[in-house]
């Protein structure tokens, strides 16, 4: 006797997808944390561009990073283990979509590839103080 083994479930993803000027891009749910309101942004000098500056979340301090000029919502997102807010998407949706290539998934019929954080949080980065002193 053979059993039938069911089809496999299409693969989903759980996460935002959302919109930066005019493109949609996919954060998984494991990185995007939550979604907040444009918090109070404490800038500071010297910050590199990209950086908006520090901002309480949830009760916690993290960096603003943005990503487009919407000022709609911000995404919580964890990156290299560290919480960081992403400011300037707008047309936020979250749930479950079906996955798609390269860790992007399909929403509405349209591929949406992932929002690359390496890349964003890489324009940011800065010399330490203790290199630019020679130290």
């Not at 493109?23 to 907040?36: I, Q, S």
């Not at 996955?99 to 690359?116: C, Q, R």
């Amino acid at each position: 006797m053979t059993h039938a083994v069911p089809p496999p479930a299409s693969a989903t993803a759980g996460g935002v997808v959302f919109r930066v000027k005019g493109r949609r891009f996919f954060l998984a749910a494991d990185v995007a944390l939550r979604l907040a309101p444009q918090p109070q942004i404490t800038r500071f000098p010297g910050a590199p561009p990209g950086l908006l500056g520090l901002a309480l979340s949830d009760g916690v301090t993290l960096p603003v990073v943005e990503i487009g000029p919407a000022r709609e919502a911000m995404i919580v997102c964890l990156y290299r283990g560290e919480p960081i807010g992403l400011l300037g998407a707008e047309e936020v949706t979250t749930g479950m979509f079906a996955a798609g290539d390269a860790g992007g998934v399909l929403a509405s019929g349209e591929a949406v590839p992932p929002l690359d954080l390496e890349e964003i949080c890489g324009r940011i980065h800065v010399v330490t103080w203790g290199a630019s002193w020679g130290g």
